[in-house]
């Protein structure tokens, strides 16, 4: 079965991820084969428009598939990671940027890598299924795929606290976050892919738009202000302990899972990328962290602990949030000098190195 269904119908480049039993977890080739088939419709006058899904009902994407990463990481090779992560940041970057609407349909989860080809997109779907987080910080790492760039536009602080904690989006969340646009039911989908295959205008896309389920972040916004505004995430913690509240609590719950040096550096870069412009330079500010992730951060224990023994017991490097210094997230965010992100290089064929 092919991972990845690339084809043309009608005024419509259509892109299908294809790996339903794996939650249409990414591959690098998936990545290569979907940026390929971006450049070549680009100009394309036959064409007017992008559609993106998935095959399944339980995920658009959940992320990218990173077993190949642990098995090279553990070997201490960290070349194969970081080429995939440059490969796949290049993509992004060319889904923000792309000339035609580049349309998403995001049922059920899409996490991580799966966020990266969706939601950067001109007009993205959203249905009652819709699961949407950034749980990057779980296994070590931080929110990338300019995931950091969407938070930080995010009201307020919620960003801080979605990307800390990895909090699901549902419908309603992820379009008041800004990681959607439209919530249009889901039996109406095949219909309107059809229809914008037909005539290549995405304006039936708000005639079809309904209003979403409410959600809950727009009910804490007063409570991510006021907990997730401190100079470190130590901060954020020591505030949350100090509030008997049941948010609080579920909170400090939810960032006890996850990695403490990630997500005190999550912390740092969304904070430094909502004073930058554009998506290039979040993605050049994360891939600082990505690029060191396997050989100085908590990645490839992660990865073990969560999906190759399963044993939900990671050996983290630092005990709590509290006990991280400021000198190790600086050193996980220093500019990579000749190794730092080259969005306009081409993709980097499979089995060579940069």
Not at 22 to 35: F, G, H
Not at 89 to 105: D, G, H, M, Q
Request: proline residues 5%; negative net charge; hydrophobic residues 40%.
């Amino acid at each position: 079965m092919t991972d990845l269904l690339i084809r043309r119908e009608g005024r419509a480049g259509r892109i299908t991820l294809n790996r339903p039993k794996a939650l249409n977890a990414l591959t690098y080739q998936m990545c290569l084969d979907i940026e390929a088939a971006l450049d070549a419709w680009r100009n394309d006058e036959a064409l007017d428009l992008v559609v993106i899904d998935a095959e399944g009902d339980k995920a658009f994407s959940s992320g990218g598939d990173i077993a190949e990463m642990y098995r090279s990481g553990t070997a201490g090779d960290y070349a194969y990671g970081r080429r995939f992560w440059a490969d796949e940041y290049r993509l992004n970057a060319k889904i923000a940027e792309y000339p035609k609407p580049y349309v998403a349909f995001m049922q059920g989860f899409t996490m991580g890598g799966g966020v990266g080809v969706s939601c950067h997109g001109s007009h993205r779907i959203v249905g009652d299924t819709s699961q949407i987080a950034m749980p990057e910080c779980g296994i070590g790492l931080i929110p990338d795929v300019g995931g950091s760039y969407l938070l930080s536009r995010a009201p307020g602080r919620l960003g801080e606290y979605v990307g800390t904690t990895g909090f699901r989006m549902g419908p309603g969340d992820a379009i008041h976050i800004g990681f959607a646009d439209t919530y249009i039911p889901e039996d109406a989908w095949p219909g309107l892919i059809r229809d914008l295959e037909l005539t290549g205008n995405a304006d039936v896309l708000a005639e079809a738009a309904c209003s979403a389920p409410p959600g809950v972040l727009d009910t804490r916004e007063g409570f991510t202000d006021r907990h997730f505004r401190g100079a470190a995430i130590g901060d954020v913690v020591r505030a949350l302990e100090l509030d008997d509240s049941d948010t609080a609590n579920d909170a400090l719950k939810l960032l006890s899972r996850q990695s403490p040096l990630a997500i005190a550096c999550a912390y740092e870069v969304i904070g430094r990328v909502r004073g930058l412009i554009g998506i290039r330079s979040a993605l050049e500010m994360e891939y600082r962290y990505t690029y060191r992730a396997m050989e100085h951060g908590d990645f490839i224990e992660g990865i073990r602990a969560a999906i190759i023994d399963k044993d939900r017991t990671p050996a983290w490097r630092h005990a709590t949030a509290t006990t991280v210094p400021a000198t190790d997230v600086t050193r996980m965010l220093m500019p990579l000098g000749a190794d730092k992100l080259r969005l306009e290089e081409p993709a980097t064929p499979m089995g060579e190195t940069k």
